[in-house]
């Protein structure tokens, strides 16, 4: 990808990473007219914005989420826009019937198997009629659970494991009601279909103390896994193959924290959300301070001088 931009072309191209959204869209607005007000105009016109993905649950409006999303490469042409999935992306698209197909001859039911033990526990989606041919997470986003109280969060469930009730309310449909299959626009349904489960980026730069630094970009929801091969990664990430009943590098927590070794021998920056806070270790970028929380604020971070912007940034006029 051409790294200049036109207008400045000494100037190396703007990137901004964007946490995940979680349903709260005042937050989205937020932030985005910040980031907005604080970069150059014309660099901004032509910035590459990754959204990190978590679009949904949580948060009261994952709806008008999923619209201000779409009418972002609209209202601006000239920037580039990249919509990674997240793993409660994977799960809202598994539900409405969004997600990629799997393999000719592949039953998305065959995903059940290996965590039927959580089934009570979490209580999967089960309307008859509609639940026989959904993916596992389907089952687990758009199910009751049972323990009403997440002890590892300190917080009450609303709704699912995923804390999906909130994007149910969003399109006016009552929690685990298969009317959302309905109610969620074709619109809403290409959005989720679409989403890139990797990004990768040839050069990108970084403010360094020795000067302009030139980086390879990988962006993925959750992380790389560091002792499966990059490129045996990538390779299934971009097939998006929901043979899987779980992505682990859209999914895993320790597993996906670091960097791989092998990433080391080229320069590379991993940026993901999902974990719940702001982590900058290196070129290691874990940006998720708000992790769905009403009190948390959702950032970004703006490559290449690594300012991190928040959607509770007061900014002086």
């Not at 007219?33 to 016109?45: A, M, T, Y």
């Not at 960097?259 to 959300?273: R, Y």
């Amino acid at each position: 990808m051409e790294n200049q931009n036109s207008n400045h072309p000494n100037k190396p191209r703007v990137v901004c990473c964007i946490g995940d959204v979680h349903g709260y869209i005042t937050k989205l607005q937020n932030l985005w007219s910040n980031l907005e007000s604080l970069i150059d105009p014309s660099l901004f016109q032509t910035a590459l914005i990754i959204f990190l993905g978590d679009y949904c649950d949580r948060g009261p409006h994952t709806r008008l989420v999923i619209d201000f999303l779409i009418s972002l490469p609209a209202k601006y042409p000239n920037q580039t826009h990249v919509f990674l999935a997240g793993n409660h992306d994977f799960a809202f698209a598994a539900f409405v019937g969004a997600l990629p197909p799997p393999p000719e001859g592949f039953e998305l039911s065959e995903t059940w198997k290996e965590y039927a033990a959580s089934e009570e526990r979490e209580g999967w989606f089960k309307e008859e009629g509609v639940y026989e041919k959904m993916h596992l997470q389907g089952r687990r986003w758009g199910g009751s659970i049972t323990v009403k109280f997440n002890a590892a969060k300190g917080t009450e469930y609303k709704g699912s494991i995923y804390d999906a009730g909130t994007t149910f309310e969003s399109y006016g449909v009552a929690h685990g009601s298969a009317d959302l299959i309905r109610a969620v626009p074709d619109e809403h349904k290409k959005f989720l279909a679409d989403l890139v489960w990797v990004h990768e980026e040839d050069d990108v730069c970084l403010e360094t103390e020795e000067g302009i630094k030139h980086c390879k970009l990988i962006a993925v929801h959750a992380g790389l896994e560091k002792d499966k091969p990059v490129e045996e990664q990538l390779k299934f990430l971009k097939a998006r193959d929901t043979r899987v009943p779980k992505v682990e590098t859209l999914s895993g927590r320790k597993n996906v924290w670091d960097i791989p070794k092998e990433l080391t021998e080229c320069p590379t920056i991993v940026v993901s959300g999902h974990h719940g806070k702001l982590h900058i270790e290196g070129l290691r970028l874990i940006i998720d301070e708000g992790g769905g929380y009403e009190n948390k604020a959702v950032a970004a971070v703006v490559l290449p001088s690594m300012k991190i912007v928040r959607d509770t940034d007061v900014l002086a006029k």
